[in-house]
């Protein structure tokens, strides 16, 4: 069974940093690409990084470009969002996302909350 | 960006009865490789989304056969052919053709 477990989040002041980590498993995570994707007010969802097999290759929303960083450590089977510099728009849930002909499996998420 | 517009927002539907949710794109979403790359989501409340159907028409393993796909260039329908108590939550089209991937605003199937 495909599983994704997202921690890290957590309250930090506009300016400050987090690094969200995600635990795969189930699957053979170095086949994948993987993804970030942010949830605000419940509703809307926001791609926010992309990273490829072997994390040579990654992309970034403009809103996050220069901010954010994407990696994964195939050996230990997890994906990481080094986030800095961040802003009260960043507020949401932020799910690890495995991508097969596009994203399919998510994981239950972890609320980023940017407030002073 | 490409944007995604569902309809409509707030779907009441009566249990047994069909239900039809519209994604129409601003742009065609039919990518150089011939594959159309639209997926849909269910979201049901408190729980993280699950992809039902992948490039249009594709149902995911364990999806129900009331759920289908269909669609091309900029007009894109999920349709559930009689909804039963557990499909009630939010829909999501999104488009993987484009940088970057794009999420449609939402659709809220309500069972009356």
């Known amino acids: 069974e495909v599983q994704l477990v997202e921690s890290g989040g957590g309250l930090v002041h506009p300016g400050g940093s987090l690094r969200l980590s995600c635990a795969a498993s189930?699957?053979?995570?170095?086949?994948?690409?993987m993804h970030w994707v942010r949830q605000t007010s419940g509703r809307g969802l926001v791609w926010v990084s992309r990273?490829?097999?072997?994390?040579?290759?990654?992309s970034y929303a403009d809103s996050v470009e220069g901010r954010f960083t994407i990696s994964r450590d195939n050996a230990k089977n997890r994906l990481y969002l080094q986030m800095n510099s961040l802003r009260i728009e960043d507020t949401g849930v932020y799910y690890c996302?495995?991508?097969?002909?596009?994203?399919?499996?998510w994981g239950q998420g972890t609320l980023v909350t940017v407030s002073s | 960006d490409v944007v995604l517009t569902q309809s409509p927002l707030s779907l009441p539907v009566t249990l047994g009865q069909p239900a039809s949710i519209s994604c129409r794109s601003s742009?065609?979403?039919?990518?150089?490789?011939?594959?159309?790359?639209v997926n849909w989501f269910q979201q049901r409340p408190g729980q993280s989304p699950r992809r039902l159907i992948y490039?249009?028409?594709n149902r995911e393993s364990g999806v129900p056969d009331r759920f289908s796909g269909s669609g091309s260039g900029t007009d894109f329908t999920l349709k559930i052919s009689g909804v039963e108590a557990e499909d009630a939550g939010v829909y999501y089209c999104?488009?993987?053709?484009?940088?970057?991937?794009?999420f449609g605003g939402g659709t809220e199937v309500e069972i009356k």
């Open positions: 996302v495995r991508n097969s002909w596009g994203p399919d499996y």
């Open positions: 742009q065609s979403l039919e990518h150089s490789d011939g594959n159309t790359y």
């Open positions: 490039k249009i028409s």
């Open positions: 999104m488009q993987g053709t484009h940088w970057p991937l794009t």
């Open positions: 189930g699957f053979t995570f170095s086949n994948n690409w």
């Open positions: 990273i490829n097999y072997d994390g040579s290759d990654t």
